[in-house]
């Protein structure tokens, strides 16, 4: 089993449309999380923390769920620059100072 | 300022060959990182290196990759003869400090990445 698993997709929705992702991750010691944007042939962009109360940053919300190992993403009136590869991201101090990463959920915004 | 980045930004090499890819960190950056990405795959950890302290490379798929760092800046992972299955996106991150116990990888920002293709 892979330590964060994401579906990886791909999620075809209309410009305006809400759109939420999911990630699981295995290792109950994980400390911090995080989802990433990658866009084609792009690096990794972190795009936003996943605190357990909840944090938002204007269209996008992350909540974490610890007690069931889940991670969301949610994004409200998606935007044609949206399309992109979302990636959940964990880490644990007593792995070091590695970042462990889904494959990604890749997301196409259309007209 | 200037960001995280890597050379050649392309490679392509013959299998048997030995190869070495460069990253440099954003200036001042104390911790710096190295990741490979394969086609369809996740990002995977490498090595990390982390100012003085010995580099935790429990990422490195055998002993054919070895990584350096020197001066405490610039770092150079090299992988010796070459595989076919070591073709992915090679990418390295930094970021400015780990201070012991608190984790701050919000501030790790990752370079555009090599390429590296081994016919």
């Known amino acids: 089993r892979k330590e964060v698993e994401q579906d990886p997709g791909p999620f075809n929705v209309p410009e305006g449309a809400t759109v939420a992702f999911n990630c699981t991750y295995s290792n109950s010691a994980s400390q911090s999380f995080f989802w990433y944007r990658q866009d084609c042939r792009k690096e990794p962009k972190l795009l936003m923390s996943v605190y357990s109360s909840g944090n938002e940053d204007g269209r996008f919300t992350a909540q974490l769920n610890r007690a069931s190992q889940y991670i969301s993403l949610l994004i409200r009136d998606s935007k044609l620059s949206d399309s992109a590869t979302y990636l959940c991201v964990v880490a644990h101090t007593g792995g070091g100072n590695k970042l462990t990463f889904g494959t990604g959920t890749q997301l196409k915004v259309e007209l | 300022g200037a960001g995280v980045s890597q050379s050649p930004s392309n490679k392509v090499t013959e299998k048997g060959k030995d190869v070495e890819l460069r990253c440099d960190p954003i200036?001042?950056?104390?911790?710096l990182y190295w990741y490979r990405q394969s086609l369809g795959q996740g990002l995977e950890f490498l090595i990390y290196?982390?100012?003085?302290?010995?580099?935790?490379k429990s990422g490195l798929p055998s002993d054919r990759f070895s990584a350096e760092r020197t001066g405490g800046s610039v770092s150079t992972l090299t992988i010796q003869r070459t595989q076919q299955e070591d073709s992915a996106v090679y990418l390295c991150?930094?970021?400015?400090?780990?201070?012991?116990?608190?984790?701050?990888?919000?501030?790790?920002?990752f370079g555009p990445g090599t390429r590296l293709t081994v016919l």
């Open positions: 200036s001042g950056h104390t911790a």
């Open positions: 991150a930094s970021s400015p400090a780990w201070a012991g116990g608190i984790w701050s990888t919000d501030t790790q920002y």
């Open positions: 290196f982390q100012g003085n302290s010995a580099p935790d």
